[in-house]
């Protein structure tokens, strides 16, 4: 497990985004393939990666673009999520997070150009008291942080308490994501 201090949080990736990862996740990803996923998750050591009781811990993923789950026919985080809840017994909020329904694909961007990307992009999907929440946040790939960011600062703004990531990839620095 490796992990990586964000401005705004701290992120635990399982893997590094290395070539036989990257074609892993598109076989997951892009030919439509999640019974791939156990590749992922089967062949690391899981230790917990939360300080805090676990007993107190919510999971929430980063939400997609409509397009992206309507062409794949799921979304990994969401897949990621609910695998991460079951195995540690945690809540799943589902229901937290929202993304506008048009924004550009992160692929491709620079950092600058990412953060721009996703600034204003996640909303509450309605108003929710997350006074004391410690949130552990899912998503497929960190690269710069940016999306991850901004999530956390939208959970935050609700009251809670703490948000921690998680994410099945990180990108090596200096590294983007093709």
Same mark, same amino acid.
């Given at each position: ?92 909020? %589902?229901? =937290? #997070?929202?993304?506008?329904?048009? $924004?550009?694909?992160?692929?491709? !961007? ?5 953060? &721009? ?35 956390? %600062?939208? =959970? #935050?703004?609700?009251?809670?308490? $703490?948000?921690?990531?998680?994410? !099945? ?5 200096? &590294?983007?994501?093709?």
């Amino acid at each position: 497990m490796h992990s990586q201090k964000s401005d705004t949080l701290f992120v635990y990736s399982l893997w590094k985004y290395t070539p036989p990862a990257r074609k892993l996740l598109h076989r997951i990803k892009y030919r439509r393939e999640p019974y791939w996923l156990e590749a992922f998750l089967s062949t690391q050591q899981h230790s917990a990666p939360w300080t805090f009781e676990k007993s107190s811990l919510e999971v929430v993923c980063v939400p997609t673009r409509l397009f992206g789950w309507l062409s794949r026919g799921f979304h990994l985080p969401h897949l990621l999520a609910q695998e991460l809840a079951s195995r540690y017994s945690l809540a799943y909020r %589902e229901d =937290l #997070l929202r993304r506008r329904i048009f $924004s550009r694909p992160q692929v491709g !961007l620079r950092k600058r150009e990412r953060a &721009q990307n996703v600034r204003g992009q996640f909303k509450m999907r309605k108003k929710v008291d997350l006074t004391g929440a410690n949130l552990l946040l899912v998503d497929d790939v960190m690269t710069t942080g940016s999306t991850l960011a901004e999530c956390a %600062e939208v =959970l #935050l703004e609700e009251g809670a308490a $703490s948000v921690t990531a998680w994410t !099945l990839l990180q990108a090596v620095t200096g &590294q983007t994501r093709k």
